[in-house]
């Protein structure tokens, strides 16, 4: 991989000159979380320095920061729905706004590229007025059917759950934090929330910009800490619980919500396939190839990390793709140029090595990439591509969540199919064609919550008015749309009757009223009621 470029750190773009390493604004943003047991230090993981010492929450915090988001909520819900979406029509020009400071943050945090940091501005700003527009159309009561035409009179309500518990991931540390909880607050919710404790500065200036915007403090809590101890103790007081992570405490949340008798939308993790079919165009595939299994160095949960290929174009893909990896630039600078950044942890790059070590000693071929950067920055991988991978290797079915993308050729368009609904995930999946119809009929066999056709992910990502989330072990629930919002509210049904009971009476005895009921039941059917 001599091929791959590294940017020398440019000093008026180093991490350490951002705003994220402002000690005023640090300070200023930990005053935010309600946070009483001690401290901890936080890393950058792209220079390995540290960035802040930021206060941590006991399961008493939470308690607390449950008990003002309850007291909170009960003024909240009355407040109008125009007022409430016009603090999210606010809140989208402020994260315009403040894009750069924004951007800052997720990349010292997380360690990505500025390129894709400005993905998760654009996509909160877009939440943020898709749900805001959308307000009354998704939130104000429904008149239904009644039962009877004229004589009963049926409506539905939505009423907001009360405390939603938000537990959030590193991985997208704006976009995950903030817009699954902007429809929450919209429905008359609040929220106590636990970014993940490598990332809460972006997601604490995040929220002090929807404070700007008009939203209460305690509208919205953010507390600091571990999964177990912070995660657990809002799993066990909050009224629903809105998680993004991985598979595995997925599970264990939805067992905790389980036994509560709370809803919970899990978002998790995925094995994205990638169909690259015989009529694709192929530079444009291997472009979309690039930014959808390294964008964010892998660790994106609708990353694709199985490419399938049809046999006729294979060759002249795998070339253009190859000379595209070789040709990113990966490095800790925070410029425009940089495409792809660090792992976070050293847990993912662990992950990552174990996953591409494996693969090699089992046989699989590394077309390119395949080893750590440490010349670069403590946690950076390659972008690496295998192909030969078979059932036995680790990264065949397991998510990577890496910069590693397996490759496989295929002959027969229905056994590439079946080969990318293997597994038990089901998140995201792309479909490459010159021909979109044929591209939307191959997008409808596969078991994905979400299928881009001549794109990777983010024409789904970011058509906000359609659902996301996975099928199978990818999670439960959906955010964006109308199913977005709706999954913080109990919906209520209040129906009026009026004029004739629905029982017998004035002296009609029970048989006679059947009759009328059956006779009354065939017309409504006659007459096309439901
Ligand atoms: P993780 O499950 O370890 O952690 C995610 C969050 O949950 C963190 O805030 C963490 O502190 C908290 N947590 C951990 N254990 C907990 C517990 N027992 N109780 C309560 N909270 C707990 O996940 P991760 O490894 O940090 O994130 C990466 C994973 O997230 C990947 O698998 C990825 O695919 C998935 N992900 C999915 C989506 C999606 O929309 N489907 C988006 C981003 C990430």
């Known amino acids: 991989m001599s091929e791959q470029t590294s940017i020398p750190a440019d000093p008026e773009l180093d991490p350490t000159a951002s705003y994220a390493t402002d000690q005023s604004v640090i300070r200023r943003l930990a005053g935010l979380l309600r946070a009483s047991a001690g401290t901890r230090t936080t890393y950058a993981p792209a220079t390995g320095q540290p960035i802040a010492e930021l206060p941590l929450s006991s399961p008493d915090d939470v308690l607390a920061a449950v008990r003002s988001a309850r007291r909170a909520q009960r003024g909240w819900k009355n407040v109008s729905l125009a007022d409430r979406a016009a603090i999210l029509l606010r809140y989208h020009d402020l994260v315009l706004d403040h894009r750069h400071e924004l951007m800052d943050l997720v990349i010292v945090e997380s360690g990505k590229a500025r390129k894709q940091a400005f993905e998760e501005v654009a996509h909160v700003a877009m939440t943020a007025r898709y749900y805001g527009r959308k307000a009354a159309e998704l939130l104000e009561p429904q008149r239904r059917s009644g039962m009877f035409p004229l004589l009963t009179r049926a409506e539905q309500r939505f009423v907001p759950k009360g405390v939603v518990g938000i537990i959030s991931p590193w991985n997208y540390p704006l976009s995950m934090a903030m817009a699954d909880g902007l429809p929450a607050v919209l429905a008359g919710n609040t929220v106590v929330h636990k970014p993940d404790s490598q990332t809460p500065l972006t997601a604490l200036r995040a929220l002090e910009l929807l404070y700007e915007a008009g939203l209460p403090r305690d509208a919205w809590v953010p507390v600091n800490g571990d999964g177990p101890t912070v995660g657990g103790a809002i799993i066990q007081n909050t009224d629903y619980i809105c998680f993004t992570g991985s598979t595995k405490t997925g599970r264990?949340?939805?067992?905790?919500?389980?036994?509560?008798?709370?809803?919970?939308?899990?978002?998790?993790?995925?094995?994205?396939?990638?169909?690259?079919?015989?009529?694709?165009?192929?530079?444009?595939?291997?472009?979309?190839?690039?930014?959808?299994?390294?964008?964010?160095?892998?660790?994106?949960?609708?990353?694709?990390?199985?490419?399938?290929?049809?046999?006729?174009?294979?060759?002249?893909?795998?070339?253009?793709?190859?000379?595209?990896?070789?040709?990113?630039?990966?490095?800790?600078?925070?410029?425009?140029?940089?495409?792809?950044?660090?792992?976070?942890?050293?847990?993912?790059?662990?992950?990552?090595?174990?996953?591409?070590?494996?693969?090699?000693?089992?046989?699989?071929?590394?077309?390119?990439?395949?080893?750590?950067?440490?010349?670069?920055?403590?946690?950076?991988?390659?972008?690496?591509?295998?192909?030969?991978?078979?059932?036995?290797?680790?990264?065949?079915?397991?998510?990577?969540?890496?910069?590693?993308?397996?490759?496989?050729?295929?002959?027969?368009?229905?056994?590439?199919?079946?080969?990318?609904?293997?597994?038990?995930?089901?998140?995201?999946?792309?479909?490459?064609?010159?021909?979109?119809?044929?591209?939307?009929?191959?997008?409808?066999?596969?078991?994905?919550?979400?299928?881009?056709?001549?794109?990777?992910?983010?024409?789904?990502?970011?058509?906000?008015?359609?659902?996301?989330?996975?099928?199978?072990?990818?999670?439960?629930?959906?955010?964006?749309?109308?199913?977005?919002?709706?999954?913080?509210?109990?919906?209520?049904?209040?129906?009026?009757?009026?004029?004739?009971?629905?029982?017998?009476?004035?002296?009609?005895?029970?048989?006679?009223?059947?009759?009328?009921?059956?006779?009354?039941?065939?017309?409504?059917?006659?007459?096309?009621?439901?």
């Open 252 to 530: 264990l949340i939805a067992q905790q919500a389980g036994e509560r008798l709370i809803g919970c939308s899990l978002e998790l993790g995925g094995k994205n396939p990638m169909l690259v079919l015989r009529d694709a165009d192929v530079h444009r595939a291997a472009e979309g190839a690039v930014r959808a299994c390294f964008n964010s160095a892998g660790q994106l949960c609708v990353s694709m990390e199985r490419l399938y290929v049809a046999d006729q174009i294979y060759d002249s893909f795998v070339t253009a793709f190859l000379d595209r990896v070789k040709r990113m630039k990966i490095s800790a600078g925070t410029g425009w140029d940089v495409d792809m950044g660090s792992l976070v942890s050293k847990a993912q790059l662990e992950t990552v090595t174990r996953h591409v070590e494996n693969a090699r000693a089992k046989g699989a071929v590394v077309l390119a990439g395949g080893k750590p950067r440490p010349d670069l920055g403590p946690l950076f991988y390659e972008p690496t591509v295998l192909s030969g991978v078979t059932p036995e290797m680790e990264c065949f079915d397991n998510e990577t969540f890496g910069p590693v993308v397996s490759i496989y050729r295929f002959s027969d368009e229905s056994e590439a199919i079946e080969r990318a609904n293997e597994g038990e995930y089901g998140l995201n999946a792309s479909v490459w064609t010159r021909d979109a119809r044929r591209g939307r009929a191959v997008a409808a066999q596969l078991v994905a919550g979400s299928v881009n056709v001549n794109e990777g992910y983010g024409a789904t990502f970011g058509s906000l008015d359609t659902p996301m989330g996975g099928m199978r072990a990818s999670g439960l629930g959906r955010r964006q749309g109308v199913e977005g919002i709706r999954r913080y509210v109990d919906p209520q049904a209040i129906a009026t009757q009026r004029l004739l009971p629905i029982a017998a009476s004035h002296g009609i005895k029970d048989e006679a009223y059947a009759e009328f009921m059956t006779g009354a039941l065939r017309v409504l059917k006659k007459f096309g009621r439901a």
